[in-house]
Structures are given as C-alpha cells and as structure tokens.
C-alpha cells in the first residue's frame, strides 16, 4: 500500500512501513514538514496515498469536503507507544482494514478499539 506519515507521528512509522514492503513517505520527505493540513491532505489523495496521523483535523476535512479519498488513519490514545509500537499496530491491523482502506475509509485506531467509517462521511 502507498502511504503518507503526517507531522504528528514519527518518521520511524514511515521507515517501519517500508520494512514490512510497503510504499511509505513521511510528510518532511517531501520538505512538507510546515505544509498546512489541506495541503498535506490534497496530496496524499493526489498520490493515492493513506494518510497516517494523530491529528484529528484530517477527519475534519474529509467531513467537510465529503471526500471519498484520501482514506485516514488516526491513531488515539497511543500516545505513549513507541513509533515503531504504532507502526506494528498498523501492521497488525492491515490485513483487516487494508479494503476499507482502499475503497475509501476513516480508521480509528486505539489501544483497544478499532473504528472503521466508510467515505464519504456525512453522505
């Protein structure tokens, strides 16, 4: 899968996706470290890419836009985790969120809950 790792979590979780086979860029790959949340999400869903945060507001924006892409990882509540936690918990979640993912989903992911909302949010 193509992913975007936002400002809010570690470069690590982008290395550790690359790892485990998957296509992965951090937002300061791209020098879009002081990019704005718009500009971060116009180019993920230009790139066909998930976008990964802990930022809310990106949850916020496809509401707004009732867009279909791109489809968002929130991590919550996982803020004590090491990157390379959060990055295995992504990847143990993968293979059951990979679809919605794909098609068009908000996913939530906590320490011990997993919330998945189709797109576009709203309609």
């Known amino acids: 899968m ?3 790792v936002d400002n809010a979590l570690s470069h690590i979780v982008a290395d550790e996706l690359q790892r485990a086979g998957h296509e992965a860029l951090h937002v300061r790959d791209r ?16 790139e066909n890419r ?6 809310t507001d990106f949850g916020a924006l496809l509401a707004l836009r ?7 990882v929130i991590f919550r509540r996982t803020s004590g985790r090491r990157p390379e936690d959060q990055a ?10 990979e679809g919605f993912l794909r098609r ?7 320490e011990t809950r997993l919330r998945i909302r189709d797109l576009p949010i709203g309609g």
């Open 2 to 4: 193509r992913f975007l």
């Open 31 to 46: 020098g879009m470290q002081a990019a704005t949340d718009e500009y971060i999400f116009d180019f993920a869903r230009g």
């Open 50 to 55: 998930t976008l990964i945060s802990a930022d």
């Open 66 to 72: 009732r867009s279909t892409k791109p489809s968002v």
């Open 88 to 97: 295995k918990l992504l990847l143990d979640h993968l293979p059951q969120i």
């Open 104 to 110: 068009g989903s908000v996913v939530v992911i906590e």
